[in-house]
């Protein structure tokens, strides 16, 4: 799976660190590839330099034998850092019992619900009914917002551009829930409104034609000025529903309004732009940047985070920049980080403020093995362990299966 053919760089060329001598009864707790062709005393070549040593020790039962009897007691190893995303969604899976997730069912009912808003607002043009049973939903997910510190591991990821306008609104929700309990903390009724907002906030793109909507590229300007129309376009469909609160309504009406530049459908600016609107926008940028799609890849969340503080006073409203800043951290839950003492894990959110030292839940030990027991480590607790780098950015890690087929 994901093996490199020798056209290609090899990942274990690119270090020249992190090389241990693994004795061969170890070599089964260690992830990584052989450091140098390993020879028969007569100069046969029993394991060639970069093999996949999990794979090898599946593919070769016999092989510890057969190095043994060549007097090979420790071969060099090329520890791997890496986390794939299989290992990053078991490590999901581990953090679970130990931190409180978003619940499943709830994230996938919010998700189904909003595909049926949409399909009824793109052909009756309004949704009272779908519209109600989504208000409850928001109610739930929002109760769920303030006690999940890990909101951002909760994000979904999009697996099918068909689906992304869903799950985008369950993530525009989720954080914008999140951030409104970071600007306001106490103010339930105001995550609640977020929450609703949030899912409801692109309402109007069921009225865009689907070719527009998926196309899998960018936008001529005559398509983007079609797909400009989803702003006012959702307001007319959620006050069909039967929506009359204002403040879900400048959420959908003006979530692409830009505190000190031109935005749409109103141009509005700083504070004439409602409070609930300019959070949506914070949140919706955020979770765009970092989605994945057909014609981009996902931005690091750190990336996004930083692309996000540069706009903070021209797109963005400062004060709404600072909480994402708090809720995401300098590094955001999904991190991948190595620590000064080589271990390997994932950053699952922060205590005490500290940005800088996060809670680390430990995938691979300093010696590249994997702990014997889930460890969760904080940072801002021990003194001589720190972050010597981030390596990659899971981000967004649950998959939320719509059909279970
Ligand atoms: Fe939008």
Redesign the pocket.
């Known amino acids: 799976m994901g093996e490199s053919s020798a056209a290609q760089a090899a990942p274990w060329e690119t270090s020249g660190e992190n090389v241990r001598y693994v004795p061969l009864d170890d070599l089964c707790h260690y992830r990584g590839r052989v450091a140098e062709d390993i020879l028969s005393e007569d100069g046969a070549l029993l394991l060639p330099r970069g093999s996949d040593i999990p794979a090898i020790l599946e593919s070769m039962p016999g092989i510890t034998k057969t190095l043994r009897r060549w007097n090979r007691e420790f071969i060099p190893v090329q520890v791997s850092s890496d986390i794939t995303e299989k290992e990053f969604e078991a490590v999901l899976r581990a953090i679970e019992p130990k931190t409180r997730m978003l619940d499943p069912n709830l994230a996938m009912r919010a998700i189904h619900q909003v595909e049926e808003v949409y399909s009824r607002i793109s052909e009756d043009g309004n949704s009272r009914e779908g519209i109600e049973t989504l208000a409850r939903e928001a109610d739930r997910l929002a109760r769920e917002v303030v006690q999940t510190p890990q909101i951002l591991l909760c994000l979904g990821k999009v697996k099918d551009s068909d689906e992304y306008t869903f799950i985008h609104s369950l993530n525009v929700a989720l954080l914008s829930g999140y951030l409104a309990s970071i600007l306001h903390p106490g103010d339930e009724e105001l995550v609640k409104t977020m929450t609703f907002g949030g899912l409801l906030?692109?309402l109007g793109k069921a009225k865009v034609p689907p070719e527009i909507l998926n196309k899998p590229g960018r936008l001529t300007s005559e398509e983007f000025e079609v797909m400009k129309t989803?702003?006012i376009q959702g307001m007319v469909s959620a006050v069909a529903s039967g929506v009359d609160d204002r403040r879900i309504l400048s959420v959908v009406r003006n979530?692409?309004e830009r505190w000190g530049e031109d935005g749409y459908p109103d141009g509005l600016k700083e504070n004439r732009i409602s409070l609930f609107a300019r959070i949506a926008a914070v949140a919706?940028v955020f979770d765009a940047l970092t989605a994945k799609r057909v014609y981009k890849d996902p931005m690091r969340s750190r990336e996004a985070v930083s692309m996000i503080l540069e706009s903070s006073g021209s797109s963005f409203d400062g004060a709404i920049v600072r909480a994402l800043l708090v809720s995401v951290g300098l590094y955001p839950p999904g991190t991948v980080v190595e620590l000064s003492d080589y271990s390997v894990g994932v950053v699952t959110g922060v205590r005490n403020k500290d940005l800088l030292r996060p809670q680390v839940f430990l995938s691979v030990d300093p010696r590249g093995r994997r702990p014997d027991t889930p460890t969760i480590i904080d940072l801002s607790l021990v003194g001589n362990i720190f972050i010597r780098r981030s390596l990659d950015d899971m981000g967004k890690g649950v998959v939320y299966r719509r059909d279970e087929t």
Do not use: F, I, L, T
């Open positions: 906030h692109d989803h702003a979530h692409h919706d």
